[in-house]
């Protein structure tokens, strides 16, 4: 039996596994179990850790772009569950942010994927995300599997937002051209 969902967004809340880190721990995620897309993103950055929001930073406007989706209908839990790999900001290394906590989803994921029925669409957004949530894909690039994608798939496979991921947008431009228009096609029906 699933666990009651508000129960477990609390214990998640509350939860100190990286204690550790950096900034210390702070969750961050959104869910309501009528949501039908979820996010899988692949930890919150250092931007979003201060707002305590999901995504509030130019990444989450680039991605709303995408989906083709205003503020108040991503930030309505009841149509998007946002449920990243690591809850937690993993602080940052040489290259960007460090990879997400590996706890967080051992501990958590599981539980939270089963308390939540209605999902019929999944967004992994990069290698960590579509790592656990695309296994059968782990021998393909995060480009491949991008560019495998199908609109009519359950799970579809997405580069990160990041203003930092300009260079790959610009290498793969039948990403705008050919993923971005399905994309917020099939965004629209799982909103309706």
């Known amino acids: 039996m699933p666990d009651d969902l508000e129960k477990l967004l609390q214990d998640v809340r509350a939860c100190r596994l990286c204690a550790n880190l950096p900034l210390g721990p702070n969750p961050i995620l959104q869910a309501s179990a009528t949501a039908r897309i979820m996010i899988a993103g692949q930890a919150p950055g250092r ?4 707002k305590n929001r999901p995504f509030d930073d130019p990444s989450g406007n680039r991605l709303r772009d995408w989906l083709g989706v205003t503020r108040e209908q991503f930030y309505d839990p009841a149509r998007f569950a946002i449920i990243p790999m690591g809850f937690c900001y993993p602080g940052t290394g ?3 942010d460090h990879p997400p906590r590996p706890e967080c989803a051992h501990a958590w994921r599981a539980r939270l994927l089963a308390a939540l029925p209605n999902i019929k669409l999944i967004l992994a957004i990069g290698q960590y995300a ?3 949530h695309l296994p059968q894909q782990s021998q393909l690039t995060l480009t491949e599997r991008v560019r495998q994608t199908r609109p009519d798939q359950p799970v ?3 580069p990160h937002p990041s203003p930092r991921n300009g260079v790959w947008l610009k290498n793969n431009p039948w990403f705008a051209t050919d993923i971005l228009p399905n994309l ?4 629209m029906m799982g909103l309706t």
């Open 130 to 132: 579509q790592a656990w």
């Open 184 to 187: 917020k096609r099939r965004v």
């Open 94 to 96: 040489k290259g960007g």
């Open 47 to 50: 931007i979003t850790h201060g």
């Open 156 to 158: 579809i496979a997405l």
